[in-house]
């Protein structure tokens, strides 16, 4: 099973508009964080927020926030107010346990903001 | 601060050629890392370093080699490069994780390899 899935290939958003990409996760780790990263055309990757399982808000930065439900295990980004630039591939990614630990990516969400 | 650098960006090679990935962080992270990204596939973990002089096996570790002999150093090595191994390779590092660290992985640009 995969660890981390983002059922949405492609999504499409109007300037200005709000949009969610969605991203679940499958651990049986108590202790685990979540994380959002961008990849625009150029290729970088570009870290955007963080949430851990113990934390009891859900996590926000600037216009990204991350709806946590826990009980659903899904950590879905929120962007507020899409932006041209917003145009890039998004990707969700897993840490899990304790000790030393790695990151599990998802296979990514390429989101296309049109004025 | 460079950040994590990655050397070449780009590289042709053929099949059965050797070469040598290097990247480098000036962050004095204790961990680095080697990712690959395909189409459709996100990234996945090649091999990962604690420290150092030690590295361990990722998700996808097979036809490649490593090595941390410096701690700002992590190199990534194809013995004898394959057409399956034409992909984007990116290097990454950070601080010492644990259950509660929020630190996050800080990537180099990308190396494209094509192997023919």
């Known amino acids: 099973a995969q660890k981390i899935t983002q059922t949405q290939p492609g999504m499409f958003v109007q300037e200005k508009e709000a949009v969610t990409l969605d991203c679940t996760y499958d651990?049986?780790?108590?202790?685990?964080?979540l994380f959002w990263y961008k990849q625009p055309s150029s290729g970088e990757m570009i870290f955007l927020i963080y949430q851990g399982s113990y934390d009891e808000q859900n996590a926000t930065e600037g216009r990204y926030s991350l709806n946590f439900q826990k009980a659903r295990k899904s950590a879905n980004l929120v962007i507020s107010a899409s932006q041209l630039g917003d145009s890039a591939m998004y990707f969700c990614a897993m840490r899990e346990g304790k000790g030393y630990s790695t990151l599990t990516f998802g296979k990514g969400t390429m989101l296309l903001v049109s004025p | 601060n460079a950040g994590v650098t990655q050397t070449p960006k780009f590289r042709v090679l053929k099949t059965g050629q050797s070469m040598t990935l290097l990247c480098a962080q000036d962050?004095?992270?204790?961990?680095m890392y080697w990712y690959r990204q395909d189409p459709g596939m996100g990234l996945r973990l090649i091999h990962y370093?604690?420290?150092?002089?030690?590295?361990a096996k990722g998700e996808v570790p097979d036809g490649y080699n490593v090595s941390r002999l410096k701690k700002q150093n992590f190199l990534l090595g194809l013995e004898s490069a394959a057409p399956s191994q034409t992909s984007v390779y990116f290097c990454?590092?950070?601080?010492?994780?644990?259950?509660?660290?929020?630190?996050?992985?800080?990537f180099g640009p990308g190396t494209r390899l094509t192997v023919t």
């Open positions: 370093s604690v420290g150092e002089g030690t590295t």
């Open positions: 990454a590092s950070s601080y010492l994780l644990n259950y509660r660290s929020s630190y996050e992985q800080y």
């Open positions: 651990t049986s780790d108590q202790s685990y964080g």
């Open positions: 962050m004095n992270h204790e961990y």
